[in-house]
C-alpha cells in the first residue's frame, strides 16, 4: 500500500490515467503487428531472395522499435507542459533524438524497397543517415514533432510517387498508401500534448485499422 501511495504521489498533477492506458493499448498493438509484418515476410525473403522485401521488413522492424520509443516519449510529456521543474521538460528533447532518427530511416528502407535496382545498397545508406541525422537535429531543437512531421511529409509523397511508377502499380500503391496513411495518423495523435482526445483517439484507431489492413495485405502477399 505504501509504494501504491508514493508512486500516486510521485504521478505529476496533470496525469491522465485514461489517456495513458490508451496509448499503451495503441503502443502495444502496433509494435505486435509491426512483429508480425517483420515475421510474415521473412520466410518470402528467404525463398525469393527479392530484395526489395529485406527492405520492407527492415522498415517494419524500425517501426516497431519506433513506438516503443515513441510510447516512452509520449509519458515524457505529461504533466510537463513545458514547466522546467519537470522532468520530461528535460527527456522529451533527447528522446526525440532516437524516435524521430528511427522513423525517418524506417521511411527511407520503405522508399528503397520500391527503387532497390536504382540506387546501389552503400550509396542509399550513406543518403537515408545524413537525412535522418538533419531530421533528429531539427527535432532535437525545435521540441516540436509538427517539424518532423512536415519533414517526413516530403518523404511519404516520394514513397507513394515511386510505388505507383511500380511495374504491380495497383497492388504496390494500395499497400504502400496504408503504410504512409497509417504513419502519419500516428504522428499525428503524436501532436501537441492537449489536441481535443476525440481527434487524437480517432487518429489512432484510423492508424491501427490501418496497419492491420497492411497485415492482411501482406498476408495475401505472401500466400
Known amino acids: ?19 495513458w492506458g490508451i496509448e499503451l493499448v495503441y503502443t502495444m498493438v502496433v509494435v505486435v503487428l509491426c512483429f508480425f509484418i517483420y515475421l510474415r515476410t521473412r520466410e518470402m525473403a528467404e525463398l525469393t531472395r527479392y530484395k526489395g522485401i529485406g527492405y520492407f521488413r527492415t522498415a517494419f522492424l524500425l517501426f516497431g522499435l519506433t513506438f516503443v520509443l515513441r510510447f516512452v516519449l509520449h509519458l515524457s510529456r505529461i504533466g510537463s507542459f513545458g514547466m522546467p521543474p519537470h522532468p520530461g521538460f528535460f527527456l ?10 528511427l522513423s525517418t530511416l524506417a521511411l527511407f528502407y520503405l522508399l528503397y524497397s520500391t527503387m532497390w535496382k536504382r540506387l546501389p545498397y552503400s550509396r542509399f545508406v550513406w543518403v537515408a543517415n545524413v537525412a535522418a541525422f ?9 521540441r516540436s514533432p509538427e517539424i518532423v512531421t512536415f519533414l517526413q511529409l516530403v518523404l511519404m509523397v516520394v514513397i507513394l510517387v515511386m510505388a505507383a511508377r511500380a511495374k504491380k502499380k495497383r497492388h504496390s500503391t494500395v499497400l504502400y ?4 496513411a497509417a504513419w502519419l495518423l500516428s504522428l499525428l495523435a503524436l501532436g501537441r500534448y492537449r489536441m481535443i482526445f476525440e481527434f487524437k483517439l480517432l487518429a489512432q484507431l484510423v492508424s491501427v485499422v490501418a496497419f492491420i489492413a497492411v497485415y492482411f495485405k501482406v498476408r495475401k502477399w505472401t500466400k
Not at 177 to 180: E, F, G, I, P, Q
Open 92 to 101: 522529451f528533447p533527447l528522446l526525440m533524438v532516437p524516435v524521430s532518427y
Open 1 to 19: 500500500m505504501r509504494l501504491i501511495f508514493a508512486f500516486c504521489m510521485a504521478l505529476p498533477p496533470f496525469f491522465d490515467p485514461t489517456q
Open 177 to 180: 498508401t496504408l503504410v504512409v
Open 134 to 142: 538533419l531530421v533528429m537535429v531539427f527535432a532535437f531543437f525545435t
